[in-house]
């Protein structure tokens, strides 16, 4: 198995977006952080046995990372055009082959016709006008989708998301706290870094 040190090495090499939007909040998920997620999913089982859909994918961090680390059926959604290209364009630069199938959609409203998968996914914390309680309806895609699924949500978030997940017969089986640092990019960031604290959780969803 691919270590986590290794797939983060390998993911410092994906490039930002090149004009994020803050209207979708685009953010680059971290290396560091990507490694983590995708090297639990690998241990866990979840990679190879299933197909693997990265809602919202955007630079292509997440799928990049699940491919490092063992998957070999994965989808990476994005609604922005020019995020996917930018995915695409990491996908070739890092793993060198074209693994991956990517998909324009809207990950609050999927178009796959999936089930049974391993979702993971990094969605908006709804902190910009439009995008509130994104990440319930990211998780409302990742119930009807996956088998299992692994999010990254803000800090705070743990009761929200276990009782989402009892609610829709899902169970939280890890939970784990890890740093997100932000580089400043648009007008309303006073800092030149922030580091964010975020929460990641392990959904078991029986019955799918």
């Known amino acids: 198995m691919t270590s986590r040190r290794t797939i983060e090495r390998r993911l410092e090499r994906v490039r930002d977006f090149d004009a994020p939007d803050v209207a979708l909040e685009q953010y680059r998920t971290p290396?560091?952080?990507a490694a983590h997620l995708c090297h639990l999913a690998a241990l866990q089982g979840d990679l190879a046995e299933r197909p693997v859909v990265d809602l919202g994918?955007?630079?292509?961090?997440?799928?990049?990372?699940?491919?490092?680390?063992?998957g070999t059926r994965i989808v990476g959604l994005e609604r922005d055009p020019s995020a996917l290209a930018r995915a695409r364009d990491n996908e070739v630069r890092i793993l060198g082959t074209d693994p991956i199938e990517w998909v324009v959609g809207d990950g609050r409203r999927h178009p796959l016709a999936l089930s049974d998968a391993t979702v993971v996914s990094n969605p908006p914390f709804g902190a910009q006008r439009g995008n509130r309680h994104a990440d319930r309806a990211f998780l409302e895609s990742a119930r009807d989708l996956g088998a299992v699924s692994y999010t990254i949500h803000n800090a705070g978030s743990q009761s929200f998301v276990e009782a989402f997940a009892a609610d829709g017969g899902g169970v939280v089986t890890h939970a784990f706290a890890?740093?997100?640092?932000v580089d400043r990019r648009f007008e309303f960031h006073t800092d030149e870094r922030r580091e964010l604290e975020v929460e990641v959780f392990r959904i078991e969803w029986p019955g799918r």
């Not at 890890?178 to 640092?181: E, K, L, N, R, T």
């Open 57 to 70: 994918t955007g630079t292509g961090m997440l799928a990049i990372g699940c491919a490092l680390a063992g």
């Open 31 to 33: 290396p560091a952080l």
């Open 178 to 181: 890890a740093a997100f640092p």
